[in-house]
T-cell receptor
Framework: KQEVTQIPAALSVPEGENLVLNCSFT??????LQWFRQDPGKGLTSLLL?????REQTSGRLNASLDKSSGRSTLYIAASQPGDSATYLC?????????????FGTGTLLAVQP | AAGVIQSPRHLIKEKRETATLKCYPI?????VYWYQQGPGQDPQFLIS???????DKGSIPDRFSAQQFSDYHSELNMSSLELGDSALYFC???????????FGPGTRLTVT
């Protein structure tokens, strides 16, 4: 059974700092991995999608890497801003079937202090 | 760009009542997923549909049922509601070819 873990569970950093969020998964047979952002009580905003054949994806100040063989992904946020404060979730998409359900990690709660 | 639409956004029901949640996927998306997110928890997969056929099932109670209609919108029907059903219910849609899932804003269900 696929299990997704995120470390740390919570992180507080001063504005301007670069930071790394970690995601690990137990079964390397994944189709892709998505990073999401969730504001309190709100929906999920997709940040980056990495296909299993890719090593990394970049969007603005965000860079996500994937090492499928070791079951790890990282989300790098450069020059953090208070507006980045949110919960960050990674989710892996399992191989097989006509649809690929996402299995989510427990998230990292990020607070960027002004 | 059009996004996933969910209605209602908020719903308050009493125990043992029935609720119906609706999801309208992004135009031309052929796949719909339902997820449940309890307070302080990560989203859990409930059920998915591809081309109007049920494709995969997660930890969805027997009291819940869902379907995808000819216009690709989907409805999640929840009966005999329990306090533990209080959660955010997300719908996501995707194109089977790309697999990237786009989430709606969610329906917050409160069971009293």
């Amino acid at each position: 059974k696929q299990e997704v873990t995120q470390i740390p569970a919570a992180l507080s950093v001063p504005e301007g700092e670069n930071l790394v969020l970690n995601c690990s998964f137990t079964d390397s047979a994944i189709y892709n991995l998505q990073w999401f952002r969730q504001d309190p009580g709100k929906g999920l905003t997709s940040l980056l999608l990495i296909q299993s054949s890719q090593r990394e994806q970049t969007s603005g100040r965000l860079n996500a890497s994937l090492d499928k063989s070791s079951g790890r992904s990282t989300l790098y946020i450069a020059a953090s801003q208070p507006g980045d404060s949110a919960t960050y979730l990674c989710a892996v998409s399992a191989v097989g079937g006509a649809t690929n359900k996402l299995i989510f990690g427990t998230g990292t709660l990020l607070a960027v202090q002004p | 760009a059009a996004g996933v639409i969910q209605s209602p956004r908020h719903l308050i029901k009493e125990k043992r009542e029935t609720a119906t949640l609706k999801c309208y996927p992004i135009p031309r998306h052929d796949t719909v997923y339902w997820y449940q997110q309890g307070p302080g928890q990560d989203p859990q997969f409930l059920i998915s549909f591809y081309e109007k056929m049920q494709s995969d099932k997660g930890s969805i109670p027997d009291r819940f049922s869902a379907q995808q209609f000819s216009d690709y919108h989907s409805e999640l029907n929840m009966s005999s509601l329990e306090l533990g059903d209080s959660a955010l219910y997300f719908c996501a849609s995707s194109l089977q070819a790309s697999w990237e899932q786009y989430f709606g804003p969610g329906t917050r269900l409160t069971v009293t």
